[in-house]
């Protein structure tokens, strides 16, 4: 069976400092892979999805970016924090085909001070 | 622009009762809606999926609805437990830019 593995699950970073979220799925061969970000209040935010290895689309122009450096796994990255940045960050993937369902990790908990 | 719209925001209801989610949805071309549950400080567990050819999806006590043309889907939770209590959240997938939209959520207590 296929799992989503998201790492670490909670971090608390200073402002400006750097930053790697890491996600990775086994038992499945080119996903669809998503980072999701969830705000108090808010609803889920596609940042960015990947349909193969580095093929990177972004949603929303921000301070972060991604990179799929292997086929089952996807980063999501940072080299300089924002306040704003804090929020629950969210891994999915879904199989190839456009309407299979998609499915998610545990999510990180990122604070920034 | 899609847009997802779950009404309330949240729900109480004792323990035993049958209950209805809704949740509406602006542009009815879509392929699928998706219909997750998330437990607190947790990752999204998906519950059904409704293909746009279908009307609706059942596991256990959960059944879901859906009625393209008026933008409206329905879960329905029958005999709910305090196992229940969760947040709930639909998104539907438009198949542009493999992107799902979600609704805000509805965040239910069941109280014993």
């Known amino acids: 069976s296929q799992t989503i593995h998201q790492w670490p699950a909670t971090l608390v970073q200073p402002v400006g400092s750097p930053l790697s979220l890491e996600c990775t799925v086994e038992?499945?061969?080119?996903?669809?892979l998503y980072w999701y970000r969830q705000a108090a209040g808010r609803g889920l935010q596609l940042l960015f999805y990947s349909i193969g290895i580095g093929q990177i689309s972004s949603e929303v122009p921000q301070n972060l970016s991604a990179s799929r450096p292997q086929d089952r796994q996807f980063i999501l990255s940072s080299k300089k924090l924002l306040l704003s940045d804090s929020g629950f960050y969210l891994c999915?993937?879904?199989?190839?085909?456009?309407?299979?369902?998609?499915?998610f990790g545990d999510g990180t908990r990122l604070s920034i001070l | 622009k899609q847009e997802v719209t779950q009404i309330p925001a949240a729900l109480s209801v004792p323990e035993g009762e049958n209950l209805v989610l809704n949740c509406s949805f602006t542009d009815s071309a879509i392929y699928n809606l998706q219909w997750f549950r998330q437990d607190p400080g947790k990752g999204l567990t998906s519950l059904l999926l409704i293909q746009s050819s279908q009307r609706e999806q059942t596991s256990g006590r959960l059944n879901a609805s859906l009625d393209k043309s008026s933008g409206r889907s329905t879960l329905y939770i029958a005999a709910s437990q305090p196992g229940d209590s969760a947040t709930y959240l639909c998104a539907v997938y438009t198949g542009a830019n493999s992107k799902l939209t979600f609704g805000k959520g509805i965040t239910l207590s069941v109280r014993p």
């Open positions: 999915a993937w879904s199989a190839g085909t456009g309407s299979a369902p998609q499915h």
């Open positions: 038992g499945t061969s080119n996903p669809n």
